[in-house]
């Protein structure tokens, strides 16, 4: 099926997710070098930036992703992408709600405290790890944006010469 997302001919979703999983990844990387080692208040601001930084990724991507999930006609591959769908919006609520409570406002609910704003980030890494499967399964196993080429390694372009 090839998606309707796409730009010269590429599929967007998968161009975007990297930068809102990398960000994430890195800002829970970040978390716990201060959590358990630094204590640099650096490490507090690198992953409250790059938790924010996520986020916008994330509705970026979730754009073409949209788009993406419409054009699904086949029943089965639609549950799999809402799956995909419904555990990337936790993802976002999660990371959201991390990053809420490393602000003014929200620390005061926790007291100051990192603790549940890393344990959230570690339930949003969990959560985009479950949507990344999930993503590869429609991609690599239903072909989903993905336009059909014939045998992997088939060039169209240049058919092959039969001696």
């Not at 099926?1 to 809102?20: D, N």
């Not at 990724?57 to 591959?77: E, M």
């Not at 590869?136 to 060039?155: M, N, S, T, W």
Request: net charge positive; proline share 6%; with cysteine.
């Amino acid at each position: 099926m090839k998606t309707p997302a796409r730009f010269l001919g590429h599929p967007l979703h998968p161009i975007l997710i990297p930068f809102p999983l990398g960000l994430w990844t890195f800002s829970l990387i970040a978390d716990l070098i201060y959590y358990f080692g630094s204590h640099d208040y650096l490490w507090v601001n690198v992953a409250f930036y790059t938790l924010f930084g996520g986020l916008i990724g994330a509705v970026l991507a979730a754009i073409p992703g949209i788009i993406d999930y419409f054009s699904i006609r086949d029943r089965k591959v639609a549950s799999i992408a809402a799956w995909h769908a419904r555990c990337n919006l936790m993802a976002l609520l999660v990371f959201g709600a991390s990053l809420y409570l490393r602000t003014d406002s929200g620390a005061r609910i926790v007291n100051g405290s990192l603790t549940i704003p890393v344990l959230l980030s570690f339930l949003g890494v969990l959560l985009i790890s479950v949507s990344g499967w999930l993503g590869g399964e429609l991609v690599f196993k239903h072909h989903v944006g993905v336009a059909p080429q014939g045998e992997a390694g088939d060039d169209q372009r240049y058919p092959r010469r039969v001696a």
